[in-house]
């Protein structure tokens, strides 16, 4: 096994084979011939299926539960409560960041729509039928929905006492803290805003507001419980993240991990909803209970009450000199984490170290509170609260530079960090292609070209803004490469392909190494119990961390290999290369590797088995503490170029065009990578345009893709490309890495900027719906200084 | 990956914690409370079940095939032929050692109850139906049954031509031979035996015959295919070779290896019956054919139809001193193969070289020929041809004793085969515990003590015999152990646990290396995409070949555990240790596995993967070679002792006691090595007491276990025990060797020759019913000297 935790530059110095090339990915004819394996077609022998009976309000004590009416109905298995999970699991509460959050309600319930019974059966119909027989009385208690007023709260509070998980270090101190609603307070400040601010020659202030929204994934949540034995539980998932579901689900039940197997499929999209625990806790229960595999589905409209993307505010204040330089930045954002944490401390803190922006900005002041409200639990979403506050400091960086009548593209370029400076966290930029993705946009856009402003109804304008991400640090992927007797080849990969084709770029990757075609490596799905540990498919980390993983692991069965063949070709290993399904001597004789591997088991036998683990050295930044060095294995930044024509009697927007450009390192697959920038794009459009929870008292009152709007076809941009700026990730793969996020950053200010280029009205709170523009004109009509600041 | 090819003694110099300890089996638990996952239970969804229409004649050719009132009846699915197998695969002929086997019939029928069709239903028993409504017309042809006659045939051939699969090169010549149904002639000469025979003052000859017998394991042959789109499929299938079955499958598709996934469970018993390609090349291409899964699980009933253990004929003739040496031994085997090879030539050469016994005779003429008749295909079975030697040279061998009236054991004592002494194929004997078997068994026996011969109608006697065993070489066995984040532990291992405890030997094995206990390691079944290559679980080959795989992983995986655990102690690896869970210090200091990989890898997470590939440089004796020097990794020795009452009015036998002693090396888990050596001796006692297939005009009579009795709770002895025999193979882990056949060895003469020490009758062929031995009384008051020599 390899293992290397230090990256160095890996690049090779000889031109690559497989990298940069747009093969087709290796599922797609499975998936456009419906053969594509999801646990959403799974059925098992005696299976139960499982409904959820749910908390009807949003802050209550359970004073009564009355299944009777339930577990009498003909057909119905069983009743499961939450007394019969505390008789199975002492503690039955679970989450990645704190241990909040319970398998099924105990005492109370903290949102509308919170598991609180399951009704099971073999027809889903009659468990649904008996879950809606269920009764339960609730005392109502007070509730708190704002994430600003709910931080501030001083009697109202979600949980008596907070409960970190103890995986993080940082969150230890918050231990048994008791009323309040902050689950987390991040804070970071580098030189002296204040001190800034007076050096300023302008001050900016301004709030931005981001609702919350949901995942919207093809495929359902669902998971199955399969139970082996009463000691050992197989869970089949359509998760993100089959490693920490493992080690969370044998934390409950106090087992070794060993217990627990984990296994995925293709997944129809995840972007973050997948993530840690969901049904996963509770199907394994129900299965040990019942001692019968169980399966749970969402439906669409359960999704609404199952993870959320946090809403948020962002208070957004700079201090700017004469001649355009940013000098002081104060940021203030409140994540609505709603009634379990989830991973949103996470998202609060690693989006919190960078809310100033891509900026080279000499005195920073940030605050981050993560909040527990009275409504839907907040989790990861692409971009992992990046595009919350991308929205606030993009629409804050076009005011100022427009204020300032400066071109707001060079008033970026101007003012950008670049490689060799230091971030807020004092981490010195690398490697991050911060200027070409501007000059990119920049000639993409043909930003100086002469533009049609329209007149009349129609208003048309233009808008740019950026955005960076760090990557989740540290994390750990390892993989195995397993050479067969006849020299096909797989990769065991506990990256969990949902679409975005890491199957591709890993076989891309492995073959790369060992002279293949990528087409003829297998990729071997997610099962804990056989593909090694990887931290999670999240957060744009998979190329570049298992795709070193599988580099590594493809390296050590390369060595096997030369070893075998060497002796077979009375060559040494060292000058051998492999090339065309073959490993050639220099002086041109070859073998296939099928041929090797034969004359190194005297027949079509054996394996050659490669393994690798890679863990990036970086840290996490720790609570109030800015100084770190080494904050992110590598930085992320996507622009997003918008133009847009601007209905002035209705309000509604159209966009017409949308350029994406994206520093991701190498590009491994540029078909793969330019359509994951462009799904990226209108994924944000979506939320930029249209899509908002709306509530009622904590109830969701738009819980169906009727009422709550993504995009269609049509809403789609009849000119939307996307570009991956020249960059070079030398401690990535070939020099690759994450593109799963940088097309969602900086969409929706550059729409919005567009539309103030268009209409000189700005608009503070997603989504720009077409209701919420024209209110914005007519405001403007009757108060135009106040929209024009 | 560790490999070593060249084994060296790898005993440790400290005393070892896991082995020879009797731990209760891993799967202990499951098994009794129903929980054991074994392939029958498999259902999948839209799962066709399939039933098989057999040929009713010996030798045809296929006139019509009427399939029509079987496709029309309703809820049948499909009906296939050899005609649509041909459309998928042009020439679809397996075998392990001849390409003779069709798929389905094409043409022709070779036997009584060969697959010539399958109707398919989601209903099991609508499709056994519709089998039932399938008709077919055949010209039939004469056939041939007996295996000496079918090999001197002239005019009657089962096969137009020979087609050796080519994996063998001692097979290559073979390449089509035609007009003979002799599939392999092996012959072996050691010196000269027709000189030893002049040399001789006593010339011994005899004849002695076994029947064709069916291993009748509890878990009958299943398999399920499932489609996984055009160009891949997953077989499920309760196999011994797993990896076989990849191989083979996908040399008949013309699919590289990793578009064939096979996976099993536990077993319910294989004894050889479950290996090679049984119904799996059929379920394959059924599912590919109508894809969708299907299933096929045959009855009772077909399994006589489907592999049998070799009925053979053996002539054994002996040139022996006054002075009681042994100088010269000519035999001669014809294997009754059935229709198709399977492995039957294997059998016939692997069981070939060892027909003189393991004596130190100083000139041998072995001739053994695979045979083809008419009859249903026999395979491997327990032993591997070996008991069906042992019966001829331990009768002979008893009968020379007694004849020179000299005690038999000591008779044997004084031939015996001793480390440092070549066997017939110039192999040197290497620790392998003859002598020390010997003195065992006749301390055991407490053989010199004097003895009731009884009187009347009830005579009693005793009797010993001794047989040994080649394992089968050169094999690959490759295992993965991987340590997960929170210590627990996995070995990956192609090895199939059928019952003899495989899973509880591996974990030992790592626990050992590893210092943990062996209960809290799991094994990860075999999945060919997952778990490496293993040859096959047959011949006594598991302990030592995949057991030194799964020491030189755990050593791989304990290096790295070591360097991680050196790095959190400040500690050089190689002074660490491994023990009670934990990584230990010279200085005392320690951490758990868990606590080491946390220091490691910073949290909970990450895997140390060892990898270990083993494989013996031995070669297999080509064709006509006798001279190679290293024929085997290790030899098996076993010997039996029996008392026995016999009933002389009605020739009814009683086994009041069985006593086993065998050379296993290091006894891994004394209980279990126990529990197979009886085990395998009360399945041998059945087959020399009642089993065997009848036939009439080549149709199983007694196709039934009403009709074919294997035994029950009363027919096991009273006293029944077995011993492991004081031995060491050196280059085994921790010295072990295989146990999974021994005790079959002996048990048929050692009874015989326990009714001849009570009776004075001598009895030639099996089994020893009380018919049998009834006549072979009255025969003996008729006709006293002929039974007497």
Known sequence: MSTRVDPQPITEDRPTVQIGRSIPRLESLEKVTGETEYIHHLRLPHMLYGKIFRSSVAHGRILKLDTRAARELPGVAAVITGADVCALIPEPYYGPAFHDQPVLAIDKVRYVGEPVAVALSEDPHLAEHAANLIEAEYEELPAVFDEVEAAAATDTFVHDALKPAGTFPDLKHLQGRTKTNVALDFSLRHNDAERGFEQADYIFEHVFRTPAAIHAAMEPIVAVGEPRGSSAVTIHTSSQSPSFVRTEVARLLGWPENHVRVRTAFLGGGF??????????????????????????????????????????????????????????????????????????RVTQKSGFTAAGPYDIENVSLDSYAVYTNLPPAGAFRGFGI???????????????????LDPLEFRRANILRNGRPQATGTIMRDTATVEVLDTLERAMDWKAPRDPGDGNVRRGRGVAIGFKACIAPTTSVAIVNIYGDGSCAVYCGTVDMGQGSDTAMAQIAAEVLGLDPRAISVIHPDTDVTPYDMATLGSRSTFHMGNAVRLAALDAREKLFIMAGKALGCDPGLLSAAGGCVRAPDGRQLSVGEVIKSGFLMQAGNLIGSGSFRPTYTSPSHGDGQSSDITPFWMVGAVGADVEVDMETGHVRVTRLV??????????????????????????????????????????????????????????AEIFAEAAPGCQHSGPFGAKGAGETGTFAVSPAIANAIHDATGVRIYDLPLTPEVVYRALRAAQHNPLENEL
Chains 1, 2 share one sequence.
């Open 272 to 345: 973050g909803a997948k993530l840690y625990i969901k049904l996963e806790a509770l199907v394994a229960v129900l299965a040990l209970l019942v001692k019968r595999p169980v399966k749970i589905a969402l439906t669409m409209e359960e999704q609404f009450y199952t993870i959320t993307k946090h809403a948020t505010t962002v208070r957004m204040k700079s201090g700017v000199t004469k001649a355009g330089k940013v000098v002081a930045r104060r940021c203030e954002a409140w994540w609505n984490g709603g009634a379990y944490a989830d991973i949103g401390p």
């Open 387 to 405: 595009p919350q506050l991308v929205w606030a400091y993009e629409s804050h960086t076009d005011i100022i530079a427009r204020e300032l009548e």
């Open 660 to 717: 994406s450009v994206a520093d991701v390192g190498t590009v491994i697959n540029p078909a793969i990578v330019t359509r994951q920038l462009n799904g990226g794009a209108v994924m944000q459009l979506g939320l930029t345009m249209s899509e908002a929870l709306r509530f009622d008292h904590g109830q969701v009152t738009n819980a169906s893709l009727a009422d709550y709007k993504i995009p269609g076809i049509l809403d789609v941009p």
